[in-house]
Every structure is written in structure tokens, then in C-alpha cells.
């Protein structure tokens, strides 16, 4: 199998992001430590960019894949759009420099403040998952003398295939509205004085490896807006969200192209913007988590190597028992052992893979594969382990873009009793 992380490549056996080596880059910003290629992101892009090429079209990166503001500056500075979650992810956009015009709001539980934030920013698109949300973004508008921007988040109720908790477009899951429902929606948002309808949005769910879903929820979309047309509701765009998946270990995947192209030919003829919202397969495989082994735990059934990156830094494997390639900084020519590389946390669920073959020793140092993406941005402080820094490598320059955070950081907000 080929080595498949663009970006990352051995040189004299040792693993190298762009033109800098991994080794250079933890002796400079210690360990565990986030690693980004700018490369590997920019051609990603280029991706989605090739196959989307003549046809209106905005790549609405997905902010919660990875919020780091270089990363956010990057995207921008490509042409992008942003799909937001929240408040924090509309300020973290603007902060970075990215165009308000060019962002969409998802998710179930927008506040009144987001929704005020998203208005006075001048977005693009409030998505709209609720029929209460529909009310209250028309209460927030009118109050701020405003026409809102809004499109319906549609479930396509189509099975993406994926692991069920980043499947999101079934009937039984939380977000969007009832496809049945959509059309009377529609009529009553158009009788409402303070919003605008502009789109209608889907997102099926994430990791996808195969076309088929997305071009079978494209397709519910495209029938539904055929139906509005002729009810006289005319959108300016089509949002068929993200989800397109990356490999981890050994998936099979079918390329972007195929994911848009199917789309794109049910939407030949449209004058409607596509809007694709991917996060994952931009940046999931431009990043790494660089960690180094502590112990060489010899265990009554199993080895172990202990390292100094944890649950807290990759929360993947623990909560979806996801796999993600280890790769060693330095090849060992050793035939090496079978190990559970494993964190420092006080929980069984903390690992980072069951049963790899390494030739690692303690001080040695690993990379944690595919780690782009839901890494950093799903990180926590448990077990007062102060948040790893982020680097983010162009050519031969590494760029220090999050620096690391202090222990005393963690605890700055709280006070003891008086
Ligand atoms: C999370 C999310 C995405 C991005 O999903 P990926 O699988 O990372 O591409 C896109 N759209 C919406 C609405 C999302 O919530």
C-alpha cells in the first residue's frame, strides 16, 4: 500500500512534513504537539476547487474540523467560505480575517446572541433546523431592524453508512427538518416580514466513503427545490453540506469528484450556487499529533507504550474507536513488538491504537496519523493536561500558531472560598 498522507513523506527514514523533519520540529516545541501542513491543506482544497470549476460555487469549510485561526487564515486567503456552528466559530472567522458574506450557520440550538452576532456580521445564511428557530431568528431580526438570510437544514432521511454517532441525516437523528415538513416551512418563512429565504441545506453525516448517499440526498434536495420553484419560492442556493470521508487505515474512497460530480449533473441547467461544506478531507490528513514514548511497559498480557499524547489531545479512538495510523519519527529497522499505545490518563478507554507492530523504545518519538481533523478541536483539559500547541509547517518555515497552554492557565478563572 502507498504512503498516502500528502505532505508527509520519509527522507533518510525520517518522516518529514513538507520540507522540515519531525524530529527538528519537537526539539524546537517539545511534545505532544499538533502538526500541519499548509500543503497538504491548499491541495485538499484544490481538490474541491478542480471539481466544482464552472459552476457557481462556495467551498464552506467546515470550522469545527479545525478552528485554528492560521488554518482559518489559510482557507480564506484560498477563497473560501465557512460553515459555523456557534458564536465562538462566527468570531474566530472574522478574527482570521475570513469574508462574513461567505458563511453559513448550522446546528440545533442557535441562541438569540448567536443569532444577533450572525445578523450584525451580515452572513450569508442562518440554517435554519427548527420551526421554532425560524420564529425566533424573525424575532431577532425584527428587533434589529433586519431582514434575516435563511435556508431550511432538509433531512434527506438517507443512511450515510457511517459509525451512527456522525450520521446525522436519519429520520431518528437530531438535526434538520422533517423532508415532509420542508415545503410548509417554506410558505410560512415567505410570510414572514424580517426573514429571506436564500437556500436550502443538508448534511447527511461524516466519514463517508462511498458517493452513493450524498448523490441520494443531492437528489431529494434537487426534487425539493423543483417543487418550490413551481410553489413560486426561488432559492439562490443549494448547500449539500460536507461529510466526504479520508483514510485512516485502509478504507477504500471514492474521490471528491465522484462525491460532485454526481451532483453536479442532476444540477446542470440550475442557476442555483452549490454550496459544499467540507471539514474532514480538507484537513483531516494535513495534520499529525506528534507524541514520544515515555515507558515501554512490559504487562502481564500485553506491552504497552506509554507516551505523553492522550485522550485529551485525540479523543477519537475512545469515542468512536476510530484508527489512526502511528508512524514512527525515526524507521526502526528492528522487527519491534505489538504494542497499545496508550496516554497517561487515568481512564482504560485512553489509547491512541490497540496492537501495532513498532520497534519503539522509551524517548523515541511518534506521529499519530491523520490528525488534521476532530483532533485539537475535540481536546480537552482532563486530568489538568494543559492543551498541546499547533505548528503549522509552509515549506521549510514552521509557524508556532497555538502556543502551549501553562498549567496555571487551567485553574487562572477559579477561585477558592474566602
Ligand atoms: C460537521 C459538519 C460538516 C463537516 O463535516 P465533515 O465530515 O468534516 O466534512 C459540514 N456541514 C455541517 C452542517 C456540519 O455540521
Given at each position: ?104 450557520f448550522s446546528g440545533v440550538g442557535k441562541t438569540e446572541?448567536e443569532i444577533?452576532?450572525a445578523l ?5 445564511s442562518i440554517n435554519l433546523e427548527s420551526p421554532e428557530e425560524l420564529e425566533r431568528v424573525d424575532g431577532v431580526a425584527g428587533r434589529?431592524?433586519?431582514v434575516a438570510p435563511i435556508a431550511f437544514r432538509v433531512n434527506p432521511d ?10 446525522t441525516g436519519?429520520k431518528k437523528n437530531k438535526f434538520g427538518v422533517a423532508y415532509a415538513d420542508a415545503e410548509r416551512l417554506y410558505r410560512d418563512a415567505a410570510h414572514r416580514p424580517h426573514v429571506r429565504t436564500v437556500g436550502v441545506g443538508c448534511h ?17 434536495m434537487?426534487?425539493l427545490?423543483?417543487r418550490l420553484?413551481?410553489a413560486?419560492i426561488?432559492l439562490?442556493?443549494?448547500d ?179
Amino acid at each position: 500500500m502507498g504512503f498516502s498522507y500528502p505532505g508527509f513523506t520519509y527522507r533518510n527514514d525520517r518522516l518529514h512534513v513538507e520540507g522540515l523533519a519531525l524530529e527538528d520540529i519537537a526539539a524546537r516545541h517539545g511534545t505532544p504537539c499538533y502538526v500541519y501542513s499548509r500543503e497538504a491543506i491548499e491541495s485538499a482544497y484544490r481538490e474541491y476547487e478542480r471539481a466544482l470549476a464552472g459552476r457557481p460555487a462556495l467551498i464552506a469549510y467546515s470550522v469545527k474540523a479545525n478552528s485554528n485561526l492560521a488554518v482559518l487564515n489559510v482557507m480564506s486567503r484560498l477563497g473560501a467560505g465557512f460553515d459555523i456552528v456557534s458564536g465562538g466559530e462566527l468570531s474566530r472567522v472574522l478574527a482570521a480575517g475570513g469574508d462574513p458574506r461567505k458563511v453559513v450557520f448550522s446546528g440545533v440550538g442557535k441562541t438569540e446572541d448567536e443569532i444577533a452576532a450572525a445578523l450584525e456580521a451580515g452572513i450569508l445564511s442562518i440554517n435554519l433546523e427548527s420551526p421554532e428557530e425560524l420564529e425566533r431568528v424573525d424575532g431577532v431580526a425584527g428587533r434589529l431592524g433586519k431582514v434575516a438570510p435563511i435556508a431550511f437544514r432538509v433531512n434527506p432521511d438517507v443512511d450515510a453508512r457511517t459509525h451512527p454517532y456522525i450520521s446525522t441525516g436519519l429520520k431518528k437523528n437530531k438535526f434538520g427538518v422533517a423532508y415532509a415538513d420542508a415545503e410548509r416551512l417554506y410558505r410560512d418563512a415567505a410570510h414572514r416580514p424580517h426573514v429571506r429565504t436564500v437556500g436550502v441545506g443538508c448534511h447527511i453525516g461524516s466519514q463517508l466513503t462511498g458517493a452513493g448517499p450524498f448523490v441520494a440526498a443531492a437528489e431529494r434536495m434537487l426534487a425539493l427545490v423543483q417543487r418550490l420553484d413551481k410553489a413560486g419560492i426561488a432559492l439562490e442556493h443549494i448547500d449539500l453540506g460536507g461529510g466526504v470521508g479520508i483514510r485512516y487505515k485502509d478504507e477504500t474512497l471514492e474521490p471528491v469528484a465522484a462525491f460532485l460530480d454526481g451532483a453536479l449533473g442532476m444540477l446542470a441547467g440550475r442557476k442555483e450556487t452549490l454550496i459544499v461544506d467540507p471539514g474532514r478531507s480538507l484537513v483531516g490528513n494535513a495534520g499529525v499529533l506528534l507524541c514520544r514514548v515515555e515507558y515501554v511497559k512490559h504487562g502481564e498480557a500485553k506491552n504497552f507504550l506509554v507516551v505523553d499524547a492522550a485522550m485529551n489531545d485525540l479523543i477519537r479512538p475512545a469515542l468512536y474507536n476510530a484508527w489512526h495510523e502511528i508512524l514512527p519519527a525515526r524507521k526502526d529497522s528492528g522487527p519491534g513488538a505489538v504494542y497499545d499505545v496508550v496516554g497517561p490518563v487515568c481512564e482504560t478507554g485512553d489509547f491512541l491504537g490497540h496492537e501495532r507492530r513498532l520497534a519503539a523504545s522509551a524517548g523515541d518519538l511518534l506521529a499519530v496519523m491523520s490528525a488534521g481533523a476532530y483532533a485539537m478541536t475535540m481536546s480537552s483539559n482532563y486530568n489538568s493536561r494543559p492543551r498541546a500547541p499547533e505548528v503549522l509547517v509552509d515549506g521549510s518555515e514552521m509557524h508556532l500558531v497555538r502556543e502551549r497552554e501553562t498549567v496555571a492557565e487551567l485553574f487562572a478563572k477559579e477561585r477558592v472560598l474566602l
